[in-house]
Antibody
Framework: QLQLQESGPRLVKPSETLSLTCTVS??????????WAWIRQPPGKGLEFVGS???????YHTPSLKSRVTISVDTSKNQFSLNLSSVTAADTAVYYC???????????WGQGTLVTVSS | DFQMTQSPSTLSASVGDRVTITCRAS??????VAWYQQKPGRAPKLLIY???NLESGVPSRFSGSGSGTEFTLTINSLQPDDFATYYC?????FGQGTKVEIK
């Protein structure tokens, strides 16, 4: 059974960079039929796509965040990562890593990790 | 910007009720619409994909339908485990969510 697990700092200072890693187990990240995504959810609010990456390196970023988002993949470690720069309190959210197909159907999710932006 | 507008935002219902949640797209879209269920403190769970296809293991009381700009999720005979928040999604856009609560 595929499992995804987020890791990284839970507290980030304003203007700094939020960095998270997702470790995929139970399956290879180097599949040609799936993308690996980051989705976030501010406390008490709805879901927002942050971006996604294909194992070959092609990425997609939500337009509103595009200039601040970097997503990378490390196939040797079966991991992919998110960097979100110049964070503000508005970036406080539960960040989920997930697997999506060509049509963005998300069939596997990590448990999510709450990242708080505060000084 | 493309939007998926869900209604209602909150729905009060009783066990055994039939409930319907609607998602309207801001423009006509293809049929790659999915529905997810989320419980507090948990990741969302895929219920339905491609408008009406039930994900493996999801009870048959859940069903989806629609085309063009209007899509619906129906829960027949609401069960205690179904009280949760539901989201529609098309590509990279989610609806705002519908909370189904106990009447």
């Amino acid at each position: 059974q595929l499992q995804l697990q987020e890791s990284g700092p839970r507290l980030v200072k304003p203007s700094e960079t939020l960095s998270l890693t997702c470790t995929v187990s139970g399956g290879s990240i180097s599949r040609s039929d799936y993308y690996w995504a980051w989705i976030r959810q501010p406390p008490g609010k709805g879901l927002e796509f942050v971006g996604s990456i294909f194992y070959g390196g092609n990425t997609y970023h939500t337009p509103s965040l595009k200039s601040r988002v970097t997503i990378s993949v490390d196939t040797s470690k079966n991991q992919f990562s998110l960097n979100l720069s110049s964070v503000t309190a508005a970036d406080t959210a539960v960040y989920y890593c997930a697997r999506r197909d060509d049509f963005s159907i998300i069939d596997f999710w990590g448990q999510g990790t709450l990242v708080t932006v505060s000084s | 910007d493309f939007q998926m507008t869900q209604s209602p935002s909150t729905l009060s219902a009783s066990v055994g009720d039939r409930v319907t949640i609607t998602c309207r797209a801001s423009e006509s879209i293809n049929n790659w619409v999915a529905w997810y269920q989320q419980k507090p403190g948990r990741a969302p769970k895929l219920l339905i994909y491609k408008v009406s296809n039930l994900e493996s293991g999801v009870p048959s009381r859940f069903s989806g339908s629609g085309s063009g700009t209007e899509f619906t999720l129906t829960i027949n005979s609401l069960q205690p485990d179904d009280f949760a928040t539901y989201y529609c999604q098309q590509y990279m856009t989610f609806g705002q969510g519908t909370k189904v609560e106990i009447k």
